[in-house]
């Protein structure tokens, strides 16, 4: 460990400087003009922001949706880093490269296969039609459905590898012992697993809901100009309308609802190591 | 030990449902049709041959180029320093320039973007292409810092106080003996660096301008447009793209130790 | 300068922020002695160590070498060389490079640069290992090899931090003798840290007892050995009997022993285990515990004025626990303690 304060601060300053000035100054800007009416420093903006429903109806969407994709991730993350954590070496390292080799794929283009999966005349609707289950083709593409479905399957990997790395991580043995104290498969995972996880598990699910709240490629292809989430409607709310106080706004809940994820997280999964 | 078939068979539909877009992508792009659609009618290469001819294409391809691997480069510069700081300095306020620093992963891309466009863009007259460089720059930077970070707690300090001992200048320890040692780190923060900066939409959203758009942004644009399966094509052009890199990097670095 | 001062450290007073980790410290050591600085954990022999070398600027003090005040003087021209309790090889370079690279950084290059390095790899026995990377190597040889790269730089004092510390048993038998030989064949000052008194007692000229940041006791390793002249000396060196002196009595913490004899003008008496005379005397215990040890039996006394440990020849009949033993305390065999 090196002395020199100095030496120090001057290696540090350009990054820091850099990140204050490229960064943190605009965006700092950019959320105060939120507060900002014709009359002064006011509420307002955010008073006319919600009583717009539409904006209600995108919020409370942008939410929803959020939690659900962070909620049915956890449980399929669960199953799935189980499986893999249960292979030999060989094949668990496969299966991860597997897992992970979606992260590699640029968002649009994972985003965009879901087009030819879900369109008027994709594979879904074919497969369908082909059963004789429907006369028409049924509408998925631009549906909260359809956001989910491509959010999901662009985050899953994230909760996946978290809930790998935490299961891996569990002390050797737990599971037999509590298995041979006669705890069934549900107990174990219950009052041995879901705890010693509980940091995986919150890590994974910070990056999968802050994600899809702040997602913006998957509800701008999938949900189209009708079903918007908060990123598209703010997108839309600047190049449409020019409306800089709305985007100040949404910009605001976005980050807002960002930092609390992960300080509020991240309180959770300290929790334990304190008790 | 091998997985009971319950277990195996959630597995099995994970990666389906993870892997099976992207080879439907893949396969769409080899159709012979002329819209999207899968399976895919016929076989040709003429959408893959199509990608190369768009002019758009190539020119948002070169941009996003030049964003990813000038502004990852740039991040490493002021990255590494600040890692080296960190991890080897009682740097003052240690706590708030690491949180400065790694603030860009947590705020959304898009305010990013549109914060830069309407303070410093509008009203300073900067460049668009300068502006993308630099948000593609902090958008990176925290990667580059947190990567280089872990790759140098990884690395014993006293081997520098042992280089100064024999005679070596602070500066001369720091490139003889700890920058060959974190090579390696360095290396796959350049690599994560590069994925990010040219897989990023919403950060260069808004900072787009005539003739001034990075590829993805671009691939948007001219999917609201035509329905043909030349997007298809080059997405998984850039899939096998970042692929091979990723690949080649973990079987030469053992990448994933350092992400 | 003389041969006496050529290391001296004057009033050294070394600390990070607020905290103090030596203060005022003054020592001198002579050209050629081999002085161990002995110490538990946090008693700031190291971060001594590390100020001799220049990793560490003194907040107070001066440091002269070889006449000259170096306190001021960068760590890469003290001429001060290190090993490292880690070693600290560079990993990324083989064997003969990291032997070289100080070499280098003095401008040698070539035939020169080689037969230096040869011949410091061939005195610790390394020559056929120049082109193998550290990694490749067991602990004892990465030592030897931390050894050659500090010694081909010629250093006026080489330190050593914990050099037998990460050795098996053999080795560090191996490992002490090679010290001293290259210390014999070289005549360089070395000064070396370790809180393991056998190492100590084994290696050193001189030892430096450390103790809170301060000098407890100097001394040849017979005379920290015999006579240590504080109770945290003593209990150091394995005095395990520790009484002081109040009022012309002997005493065990809070409880007087019950021994008329004649005691020392001193503050306090230690006694090992092995002067504690079984099988008669004045005094009574009853046997706590017994083990085994080879040549000695060690036994633990439960006495009227506290705990007694007390080793006997092995070959005498055993005293089992629970029966009641006498004994004396010879104050003749005592060390004689100062007040703390």
Request: aromatic letters at 8%; proline letters at 5%; a positive charge.
């Amino acid at each position: 460990m090196f002395q020199n304060r100095n030496e120090a601060l001057l290696l540090a300053l350009p990054a820091a400087v850099f990140a204050a000035v490229i960064f943190l100054v605009p965006v700092a800007i950019l959320l105060s003009e939120s507060f900002r009416s014709p009359a002064g420093w006011s509420l307002a903006p955010y008073w006319a922001f919600f009583s717009e429903p539409l904006n209600q109806t995108v919020f409370w969407r942008t939410l929803k949706l959020g939690l659900q994709v962070t909620a049915v991730s956890a449980v399929i993350g669960y199953a799935a880093a189980f499986a893999i954590v249960s292979l030999p070496a060989g094949s668990k390292g496969r299966m991860i490269g597997l897992v992970m080799l979606p992260l590699m794929i640029s968002p649009v283009a994972r985003t965009y296969a879901w087009i030819v999966i879900l369109g008027r005349t994709g594979i879904v609707n074919q497969a369908l039609h082909g059963l004789g289950l429907t006369d028409a083709p049924i509408r998925i593409l631009f549906s909260e459905t359809a956001i989910f479905i491509g959010l999901l399957q662009l985050f899953l990997p994230l909760m996946i590898i978290s809930l790998i790395s935490a299961l891996e991580n569990l002390p050797r043995d737990v599971v037999p012992a509590a298995r041979v104290l006669g705890a069934n498969w549900l107990q174990i995972f219950w009052k041995v697993v879901l705890p010693l996880t509980r940091e995986g598990l919150v890590i994974g699910g910070t990056l999968v809901f802050t994600g899809s709240l702040t997602a913006y490629i998957t509800p701008a292809i999938l949900g189209g100009s009708k079903v918007l989430m908060l990123e598209t409607l703010l997108y839309q709310r600047v190049t449409v309308a020019n409306d800089f106080v709305s985007a100040g706004v949404i910009a605001l809940i976005l980050v807002v609802m960002s930092f609390a994820t992960n300080l509020l997280l991240k309180r959770i999964a300290t929790v334990r190591t304190r008790t | 030990m091998s997985l009971r078939f319950p277990a195996a068979l959630v597995l099995s539909l994970v990666i389906l449902f993870l892997i099976g877009p992207f080879l439907i992508i893949v396969a769409a792009s080899f159709s012979a049709g002329d819209t999207l659609a899968f399976p895919p009618q016929g076989f040709s290469l003429k959408w893959i041959a199509k990608v190369f001819t768009v002019e758009s294409f190539r020119q948002s391809f070169v941009t996003s180029m030049i964003l990813a691997i000038g502004g990852t480069l740039v991040a490493l510069a002021l990255g590494v320093p600040a890692a080296y700081a960190m991890s080897r300095y009682r740097l003052p306020f240690a706590e708030t320039v690491r949180t400065i620093v790694s603030a860009p992963v947590i705020v959304p891309g898009i305010i990013v973007g549109l914060a830069l466009l309407r303070y410093v863009v509008v009203p300073m007259g900067m460049p668009i292409t300068l502006a993308l460089f630099l948000a593609h720059t902090a958008l990176v930077l925290p990667y580059a810092v947190r990567v280089v970070s872990a790759s140098l707690a990884n690395l014993r300090s006293d081997i520098e106080e042992a280089a100064i001992l024999l005679g070596s200048s602070r500066l001369g320890a720091f490139f003889d003996i700890v920058l060959p040692n974190i090579r390696g780190g360095i290396l796959a923060a350049f690599i994560l660096g590069f994925v990010t900066s040219f897989n990023q939409v919403p950060v260069s959203l808004f900072l787009s301008g005539p003739g001034v758009r990075t590829l993805p942004v671009d691939m948007l644009g001219y999917m609201e447009i035509v329905f043909d399966p030349s997007v298809a094509a080059l997405s998984s052009l850039l899939a096998f793209l970042s692929m091979g890199i990723v690949l080649a990097a973990e079987r030469f670095l053992g990448f994933s130790r350092y992400v | 300068m003389s041969d006496q001062s050529y290391l001296a450290l004057d009033g050294l007073t070394l600390g990070y922020g607020d905290t103090v980790a030596v203060e005022k410290l003054d020592l001198t050591i002579g050209k050629g002695e081999l002085v161990a600085l002995l110490g538990p954990s946090g008693c700031g022999k190291t971060t001594t160590m590390r100020a001799i070398a220049g990793l560490l600027a003194p907040s107070a003090g001066t440091i002269r070498l070889d006449g000259a005040d170096i306190t001021r003087v960068a760590a890469n021209r003290r001429q001060v060389g290190l090993v490292f309790q880690s070693y600290a090889l560079f990993p990324h370079l083989t064997v003969f490079d990291n032997v070289g690279f100080g070499l280098r950084l003095k401008g040698l290059k070539g035939a020169a640069l080689r037969d230096k390095v040869e011949a410091g790899l061939t005195s610790v026995g390394l020559a056929a290992y120049a082109g193998r990377k550290p990694p490749e190597l067991s602990g004892g040889q990465q030592q030897r090899v931390a050894l050659a790269r500090s010694m081909v730089m010629e250093p006026k004092v080489l330190l050593l931090d914990e050099p037998l510390s990460n050795l098996d048993a053999r080795l560090r038998l191996d490992m002490r003798t090679e010290l001293q030989r290259v210390q014999a064949q070289t005549g360089v000052t070395m000064i070396f840290v370790t809180h393991d008194q056998a190492e100590a007692l084994s290696l050193a000229d001189r030892i430096v007892v450390m103790r809170g940041g301060r000098i407890e006791q100097i001394g040849t390793p017979e005379e920290i050995y015999n006579r240590p002249v504080s109770r945290f000396v003593a209990d150091f060196v394995g005095f395990e009997n520790i009484f002081s002196i109040r009022d012309g009595r002997l005493w065990l913490g809070d409880a007087a022993v019950p021994l008329s004899a004649s005691l020392p003008a001193a503050a306090g008496l230690a006694f090992r285990p092995r002067t504690v005379a079984l099988g008669a005397g004045p005094l009574s215990g009853v046997v706590r515990g017994v083990s085994f040890a080879g040549s000695t039996r060690e036994y633990v006394l439960d006495t009227s004025f506290g705990t007694i440990r007390a080793d006997a020849d092995a070959s005498l009949p055993v005293h089992p626990p629970g029966t009641t033993v006498a004994f004396d305390l010879p104050i003749g065999q005592a060390a004689c303690l100062k007040a703390d």
